[in-house]
């Protein structure tokens, strides 16, 4: 179980070999919505990447100093769900206040990460493992850190797919998906590094 | 009170939610790699859409509409608690193959959306047409994805062997690259069949 391994496999895990988009398949809407071209996939990575790291750590203590010790674990879904909502919204609010660069930089990222699918499952995942707070650290990094680069390296394949001549049915999202098939075809290659 | 019909047979085919709107991929993907499994998503999501739906249109008069999306999310949050629990106390093995996907069709957008730009503005009859039927638009899809990665990833359908024992799987389909390629096969064949419909 991941649980028992060290830091560094708990990060090759969720960066490679589990893949948060190409394996799991989670933060699609997102993937296939803000990866037309290099520059705005890299706002959306830093942006989950911020955003993951602290919601997921927020989430880890409200699991396990409040609704465990009260038996209140049915709770988990619609608790997870606000506080990383209530979350993103008071983030926004501070970083706009305190660091307006980044605060545009982010730009319209920020609130689009609420609904972003990969965030709660790095809270749910980091629960249904039991991981302790420093693993569910790393592991909160590496997740994100893994969405960003799988969607700055679509976006690059993206932006040549574009200008190449294409059959006309197989414009649009059908090659969007073989494509990010094939980019999980290599990442499956990944799973030979070790066995958990 | 008015009755929409026609919004019912749109979200079924036309403007269905993964081939036109391409909503709700998560779970899709994950799901589809085995036929029991997608019937158990399927009817978790119509659940779902359809309750959420319910739900919000009875209350859209009293929500202050600032504070309207928090409300949506514990509305949709309550009824995902449900699903979790009877699917777990029903089949257990079902639940434990969905995981971590079924809780999260929580953020599924597919239920926001019709929850904001649908139920939020139409009576209750109307919107639980519409639940549902983005609920089976969805579920419909998911099925048949499903039949053919099954069918060709491990030689069955519904765990019964349809090639007999010297049929080698394909076992790429029930990976998840797999799932992204037949999808992509699967939007382009609709396309496909709506250009020619245009050309007649």
Redesign the interface.
Known sequence: MLNQANLGLIFLSAFLVNNIL????????SF??LSKDIKSSIGMGLAVIFATVMACCLSWAVYNLLLLPLHLE?????TF??TI??FVQFEEIIIRKKLPVLYKAFGIYLPLIT???AI??CA??GV?YKLSFIQNLVFSIALPAGYALAIILFASIREKIDVAPLP???????????T???M??AF?GFKGLFKL | MKIDFKNFVNALWKENAIFYL??G??PF??VSSSVRDSIGMGIAVIFVLAGSNVTISLIRKFVPSHVR??AF??VI??F??IV??SLAALSPQIHRNL??YL??V????II?GRAEAYASKNNVISSLLDGLGVGIGFALVIFVVSIVRELFGNGTILGHQIFGANFTPFL?MI???????V???F???K??IE?RGKKC
Not at chain 2, 175 to 181: K, R, S
């Open positions: 190409l394996i799991k398949f989670l933060g699609l809407c296939f919505g049915y709770l988990r879904t619609a769900i606000l909502a209530s609904t972003n699918c709660l499952a749910f995942l249904d006309e049915v197989f414009k649009g999202a059908p090659i969007s998906f073989i990010a098939g094939l999980s075809l499956l | 391409m909503l991929l998560c993907l994950a999306i928090p999310i514990v949050a309550t995902v608690t979790d629990y995981g971590v809780p999260l929580v953020v599924n957008c926001l790429i990976m998840p690259p797999g799932a992204f390629i999808i992509g096969f939007i382009a064949l396309q496909g250009r």
